[in-house]
Nanobody, 129 residues
Framework: QLQLVESGGGLVQPGGSLRLSCAAS????????IGWFRQAPGKEREGVSC?????????YYADSVKGRFTISRDNAKNTVYLQMNSLKPDDTAVYYC?????????????????????WGQGTQVTVSS
């Protein structure tokens, strides 16, 4: 059974850092595109970052996080990470990771939630003083 588990969320002061992890079980993350999304109360789930299933494939960042967040994958640990620096109160949300298999388009990852079939349960990130 394919499962994704996020961890690493918590409460952090503005300007602080967190590293989120997305661990996969029941399948290997190789060749899966992985996306990170977030959803704040009363708002739509939005794409934050994604990384293609192949090492030299697409990496995407939303404009709101560009230069502050870094996505990476460790296939040996079957885990994808989202390093979040210089956090702002507007980054407060539940963060989700999602996985999508692409047979042909291995260099692609999607920024839209509609492009993913497999989701984790989410981890809360709160940025507040």
């Amino acid at each position: 059974q394919l499962q994704l588990v996020e961890s690493g969320g918590g409460l952090v002061q503005p300007g602080g850092s967190l590293r989120l992890s997305c661990a996969a079980s029941g399948f290997t993350l190789d060749n899966y595109a992985i996306g990170w999304f977030r959803q704040a109360p009363g708002k739509e789930r939005e794409g934050v970052s994604c990384i293609a299933g192949t090492s030299d494939g697409r990496i995407y960042y939303a404009d709101s996080v560009k230069g502050r967040f870094t996505i990476s994958r460790d296939n040996a640990k079957n885990t994808v990470y989202l390093q979040m620096n210089s956090l702002k109160p507007d980054d407060t949300a539940v963060y989700y990771c999602a996985a999508q298999w692409y047979d042909t388009y291995k260099y692609y990852c999607g920024a839209s939630k509609n492009e993913y079939d497999n989701w984790g349960q989410g981890t809360q990130v709160t940025v507040s003083s």
